[in-house]
């Protein structure tokens, strides 16, 4: 795979659908990997946690020093026994490990504030794919625009803007995918 700018599409998302970057705000980096994407939003947090499923991915995260927190845990799980809202919540290239979304959205939705923002990635289906949502060879899930629009609604979360990006690179192939920014209905 080749550098994945999913963490540039997420922080220029963040920056025309959030508030200044003051320092304000209390920000989950769901699936936060190395922590790509620490750095930048790091200028929005008063409290920065990462969360990922990986303890060399958490690792790294913490080795770029701008994260307050780290949890090693599944991400619906910790979004559904989460007991203080987030004002953001981003999730960079972490969904297409998702098959269904409703258990994802519906723990968003359990742990967003309520004029917080969701911005995430997801990998676009081709055209010609009838399924909701497909697991392909690669180990990654593309998903229907009308599945993540359905599946957000039914979560009670409204989506502020979808925009179609090339994800990333992969074996010299572009990787289509949305860059979303959703909020409570």
């Known amino acids: ?14 920056a025309q659908y959030c508030e200044k970057p003051e320092s304000r705000l209390r920000v989950l980096d769901a699936g936060c990997g190395t922590g790509l994407c620490g750095p930048s939003l790091r200028t929005y947090a008063k409290e920065l ?33 989460c007991e203080t809202p987030f004002d953001l919540i981003v999730c960079a290239d972490t969904l297409c490990y998702f098959g269904r979304l409703d258990g994802v959205f519906a723990g968003v939705a359990h742990a967003l504030a309520t004029s917080g923002r969701f911005v995430f990635t997801l990998e676009a289906s081709p055209a010609d794919v009838a399924d909701e949502y497909r697991l392909w060879p690669h180990g990654r899930y593309s998903h229907k625009r009308s599945y993540l629009e359905q599946s957000a609604a039914d979560a009670g979360l409204a989506l502020v803007s979808v925009s179609e990006n090339e994800l990333r690179k992969e074996n010299l192939a572009s990787v289509r995918g949305y860059v979303v920014v959703a909020a409570l209905a």
């Open 1 to 14: 795979i080749d550098r994945a700018p999913n963490g540039e599409l997420i922080v220029t998302a963040v």
């Open 49 to 81: 946690i990462g969360i990922d499923l990986s303890t060399q991915m958490l690792q790294r995260a913490f080795e770029r020093g701008c994260y307050d927190d780290f949890e090693l845990v599944e991400l619906s799980a910790y979004l559904h026994a």
